[in-house]
């Protein structure tokens, strides 16, 4: 039997990528934060079981922000105990000091703040502006770093566009990285909120960042899906040198805090592509589209991951 018959794609290497990608998995906290519905914890708890079954290695597994900002995920107490025993990286979102003391609390290792390029989001997300919340982070960062050394991760929000400012300036973010990587976090994602980066946009930012002299090693990328771009831009990311990519099973996701954001990058289509191109990520394919049509059952909806449709033969 070939390749295709069995839902894997002729193995076909091309010059300038890595041999390796760590697949950072955002489903369960990106995805299930921007459902309507309310996804009881013990559904998530199988989710996150199941996904690590997989063999993906960093699942983020929820947010301790304000209850009433993002109530989707406002089990967060239940869940991460549910799944803390198993034996991969379960970072979680911390806005500030309250949360990482939640997070603290119940033995997280690995935690992840989060700030953004443009004024309005940083307002709408976080109810600061773009300085206060690098304010609000620093005695986040200092404390993760106290309390046994942490790894913590610094996103940034709306590097390629903003629905309310439109066009970011690349200065602008790369001033806000170079802040989150001097307050001590060890790595970034480079969020493209909206999904309106395109190939030529990643490939400046990644320059001006290499210019500024952020090392492109504590790079990852955080494609949303809007106008189908995720997958180029993410190999432009890797032909820059990136190896950390973010991506969500299924392609569940979006922000609920800014307009015309949808799901991320679907990890289906990320797998299919990297393995094409012999990059190897340790992820079993079959058992994710599995896990992402049993999750689609649960939402009662099918999963927008082309992968998952031509290896499911789900109804849409
Ligand atoms: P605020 O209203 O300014 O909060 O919200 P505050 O600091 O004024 O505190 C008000 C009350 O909230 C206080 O309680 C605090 O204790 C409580 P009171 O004294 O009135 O009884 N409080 C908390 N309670 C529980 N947990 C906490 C917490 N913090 C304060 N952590 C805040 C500020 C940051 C809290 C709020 O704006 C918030 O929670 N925002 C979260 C927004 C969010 O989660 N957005 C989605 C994630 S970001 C994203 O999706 C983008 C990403 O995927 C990358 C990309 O795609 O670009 C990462
Ligand atoms: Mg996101």
Same mark, same amino acid.
């Given at each position: 039997m070939n390749a295709m018959e069995v839902g894997l794609p002729a193995t076909v290497p091309a010059e300038g990528l890595p041999a390796r990608v760590r697949v950072h998995e955002v489903g369960a906290r990106d995805g299930l934060q921007n459902e309507k519905a309310v996804v009881p914890a013990q559904v998530k708890a199988e989710f996150i079981r199941r996904l690590a079954g997989t063999g993906l290695t960093t699942i983020e597994a929820t947010s301790f922000v304000h209850p009433k900002w993002v109530p989707q995920l406002a089990d967060a107490e239940e869940l991460f105990p549910a799944v803390a025993d198993l034996p991969v990286d379960l970072p979680v979102l911390v806005p500030n000091e309250r949360g990482l003391e939640r997070a603290l609390a119940l033995g997280a290792r690995r935690v992840a703040v989060f700030a953004s390029a443009t004024e309005s989001f940083a307002k709408a997300n976080l109810n600061r502006t773009v300085d206060e919340s690098l304010a609000m982070f620093e005695p986040v960062v200092a404390r993760a770093k106290d309390a046994g050394g942490l790894h913590v991760r610094g996103y940034l929000s709306m590097c390629f566009g903003d =629905?309310? #400012?439109g066009d970011v300036p690349v200065g602008q973010v790369v001033r806000v990285c170079r802040a989150l990587l001097d307050m001590g976090c060890d790595e970034l994602s480079l969020g493209d909120t909206i999904g309106v980066a395109t190939p030529g946009h990643v490939s400046a930012l990644l320059t001006a960042l290499d210019g500024a002299g952020? =090392?492109? #090693?504590r790079l990852g990328v955080h494609f949303h899906d809007t106008y189908g771009q995720a997958l180029s831009n993410t190999l432009t990311a890797l032909r820059h040198g990136v190896r950390t990519v973010d991506a969500s099973a299924g392609g569940l996701g979006g922000c609920p805090?800014?307009?015309s954001a949808t799901g991320n990058l679907a990890t289906e289509d990320l797998v299919w592509m990297l393995r094409g191109l012999g990059?190897?990520?340790?992820?079993d394919l079959g058992r994710l589209v599995a896990t992402s049509v049993w999750m689609a059952a649960h939402l009662g909806r099918p999963s927008p991951s082309r992968t998952v449709r031509a290896l499911s033969h789900q109804e849409s």
């Open positions: =629905p309310w #400012e952020v =090392p492109v #090693e805090f800014a307009k990059i190897d990520t340790g992820i």
